[in-house]
């Protein structure tokens, strides 16, 4: 079948990788639509390791199982199920775990996937594949309200107006919280401007030390430094993304200021899709551009050179 | 009078400091004795930019006001009292605060020093000099339990076996928390052995990413990389100690794990005090030597050269 393989001398697109076998538990999809995200990026410079087909956000078709015929998108991390932190509830943390296209388990740039069924989450009809293929970013998204309870009221800052940046935002503007997206594109900001939330283009925004809750979608190693100039006493910091390798950083602030910092990877998939079959959040504005899924290596191109948000992969 | 002073140059024994003038709302203390702190070698070394007497942790006799004659400690942040932080109840985070010997008012290094009538505590009849010296750093140990209440029966490490570790293993250790202390040398180790608090040496521990709670107080930028071995994903790390400067970093565990870190400053006076009168706290066997404020420069060598728990200065 079709894939896209990352090896040792880089991105390779495949015609000739073998159909993926399922596992104990684990379903094959027929892959229709798939994304490239910021994870995939980093991970061809060299992130986390990993070798062999990429993909965390796709939709597909369940060939067999429970949810067979019906059109899933699958949660990305493979818990054990067994160990002691499986039994705490979670298996988003299990250290047995592997990831869909990140961590030891190929992903779903490919034409076929295999994955525990006990992932799937069924996508509603009026939910376009479009649309599908943002609900494993957007569960990131919707990860912050998860961990941040009490957001309503809270002065809330977004660095970033990037694919995270701008998910986040429409995420935080449904919890009541004051909210402004600090970002570096005007055209970018544009579309959260149309949704009625308020922005700021950093070059004319001037830190004031205020802001109660800031979270970083910047995916730059200056985010977090920035974040610390926005941020009042004892506010909190949310990490969103993450920086290969090491950057020179001052942890003092996070001292002298009392702040606290969350780090924030996957979240719930209910939410994100309820979010999109109800309309609450519009991801259609955040499409940038559609690639044959041959053509992989092109839509690698086009994020990583132009100021782009969300470029998917065609596999139907 | 005799005082100890960061000037651009260096530190530096002055025979002919002024006696302090206290400002609007401020008493002057004689001092008695002192301590110094981590963060004094850290402002040697160019932290915070301070020039000016330095000196946190000291006891002294009120001159005037409604303490007059008593033998007090000082809390060291100066608040506005008047700012909207300070009237959200958080004056140790006032931004208009000046801080007793770290920034913008002279410390108590000196024979005797100005501070804020408001910020006095008096010490108990049975506490001794050197004891009421360890108020200051012993409250700061106070922070934690007041910044996680739920310490009762998690797996905490203190990473440091050196001054500040001391003391918020002895805190910790009233919390009933499963606590092991991790520290490079054997000798100050026993001293946590002997109050039956259970400690390993570094380079004999194996972490095992399951602690609940990770306190650093190795005073290194190496503390928080270490940290991440011992935490469990969603644990939290208090961080105790600042470090000057830039240091190479990778943030990535704390989203990969979804860490929450919490800097952890100024704590609460009254809780200390208690301690100390009432023995839960010991702080004898933490006294490396006592110089006469004369002498400060041959302390700083001593705190900066050998492997020392706290030195003293002698004021009285």
């Known amino acids: 079948m079709l894939a896209v393989e990352l090896q040792a001398a880089g991105l390779c697109v495949r015609h000739d990788c073998p159909t993926p076998l399922p596992g104990p538990g684990e379903v094959v999809l027929r892959v229709r639509r798939a994304g490239i995200c910021e994870t995939d990026v980093q991970l061809v410079r060299g992130y986390m390791g990993f070798r062999g087909i990429l993909g965390h956000e796709f939709v597909g078709i369940?060939?067999?199982?429970?949810?067979?015929?019906q059109r899933v998108v699958a949660e990305i991390n493979n818990a054990c199920g067994r160990c002691p932190t499986c039994a705490a509830g979670s298996p988003n943390h299990c250290p047995h775990r592997t990831v869909t296209g990140i961590l030891r388990h190929d992903g779903g740039f490919a034409e076929a996937v295999a994955v525990p069924e006990a992932n799937l989450h069924v996508i509603p009809d009026h939910v376009t594949d479009d649309?599908?293929?943002?609900?494993?970013?957007?569960?990131?998204?919707?990860?912050?309200?998860?961990?941040i309870p009490d957001l309503a009221g809270q002065r809330t800052i977004v660095l970033g107006d990037g694919r995270l940046g701008q998910l986040c935002a429409q995420v935080l503007a449904l919890h009541g919280c004051r909210l402004t997206v600090v970002g570096k594109h005007s055209e970018k900001l544009a579309i959260l401007q149309r949704r009625g939330i308020e922005t700021a283009l950093r070059s004319e925004a001037e830190p004031d030390r205020r802001a109660d809750v800031v979270v970083d979608c910047t995916g730059s190693a200056s985010g977090v430094e920035d974040a610390f100039r926005w941020l009042r006493p004892q506010g909190t910091l949310v990490l969103k993304t993450t920086?290969?390798?090491?950057?020179?950083?001052s942890l003092a602030p996070i001292v002298i200021d009392e702040l606290r910092v969350i780090g924030s990877r996957c979240g719930p998939f209910g939410p994100a899709i309820r979010a999109l079959a109800e309309r609450t959040v519009d991801v259609d504005p955040l499409i940038a551009a559609r690639y044959p899924l041959a053509d992989a290596l092109a839509a690698f191109e086009h994020v990583t050179t132009r100021p782009a948000l969300k470029v998917l992969l065609d596999v139907s």
Chains 1, 2 share one sequence.
């Open 62 to 69: 369940a060939e067999t199982g429970r949810f067979a015929g």
């Open 131 to 147: 649309q599908a293929v943002f609900v494993e970013p957007l569960a990131a998204a919707f990860q912050i309200p998860s961990q």
């Open 243 to 249: 920086v290969a390798g090491q950057q020179p950083l």
